[in-house]
């Protein structure tokens, strides 16, 4: 079945790098992405990539797509107080039927000064 | 340019009611799609509406319904509330099918009691 598996935590220190991990399972999906859901809000898109993509890179962000492996990874460079919050990986699922998100179930970053 | 606008933010329901939720998409966004999130199953794909007609739905019960206007705003209707509905509710903006940009609004937090 469809499943996108993410670790469920993850704590660094302030100014270190963060990397959040991700699986997915359809190789065919053509966009990926990285949620940030802070408490009491909305999603807020962080970032996507292309399935012919291997890396992209947004100011402090940077996203490495491993296709072979099906592996999606995002690294939050200098990390702040203010990146703490939830961080959902997500494919694009596109067949007959229509297109859907297929999320993980978040990984908690939480930084500490 | 405006983001996506949900309303109402808050909701609290008794079991057996109906519910209506609005969201109106970013300007020029042709696709609205719909989630719900709980504790329990993470984010779930609702429906999928593109150009008045739903082109994909989830695995939820007929008591959810939704529709799309043709100025693209949509309205969602979950009828005979139980209490398991109770949930955050999110829509996306997309400017067509199936492309990269997914914006989410900041949800409709319903609580059925």
């Known amino acids: 079945g469809e499943d996108v598996e993410q670790s469920l935590f993850l704590s660094v220190r302030e100014g270190d790098s963060s990397v959040i991990n991700c699986t997915y399972t359809?190789?065919?999906?053509?966009?990926l992405y990285w949620y940030k859901q802070e408490p009491g809000a909305g999603l807020q898109l962080l970032t996507y990539?292309?399935?012919?993509?291997d890396m992209k890179q947004d100011q402090r962000l940077t996203v490495l797509l491993n296709k072979k492996d099906k592996h999606l990874s995002l690294r939050i460079a200098d990390t702040q107080t203010g990146d703490s919050a939830i961080y959902f990986c997500?494919?694009?699922?596109?067949?007959?039927?229509?297109?859907?998100?297929?999320f993980g179930k978040g990984t908690t970053l939480s930084v500490s000064s | 340019k405006a983001g996506v606008t949900q309303t109402p933010r808050y909701l609290i329901k008794t079991r057996g009611q109906q519910v209506t939720l609005s969201c109106s998409p970013i300007?020029?966004?042709?696709?609205v799609s719909w989630y719900q999130q709980t504790p329990g199953q993470g984010l779930q794909f609702l429906f999928e509406y593109f150009s008045e007609t739903q082109r994909n739905k989830g695995n939820f019960p007929g008591r959810f319904s939704g529709r799309q206007f043709s100025n693209s705003r949509s309205e969602m209707n979950v009828s005979t509330l139980e209490l398991g509905d109770s949930a955050l509710y999110l829509c996306?903006?997309?400017?067509?099918?199936?492309?990269?940009?997914?914006?989410f609004g900041p949800g409709t937090r319903l609580t059925v009691t």
């Open positions: 990539i292309f399935s012919n993509m």
């Open positions: 300007s020029g966004h042709r696709s």
């Open positions: 997500a494919e694009i699922l596109v067949n007959q039927a229509g297109t859907a998100l297929i």
């Open positions: 359809d190789s065919s999906s053509t966009y």
């Open positions: 996306a903006s997309s400017p067509g099918r199936g492309r990269g940009e997914q914006y």
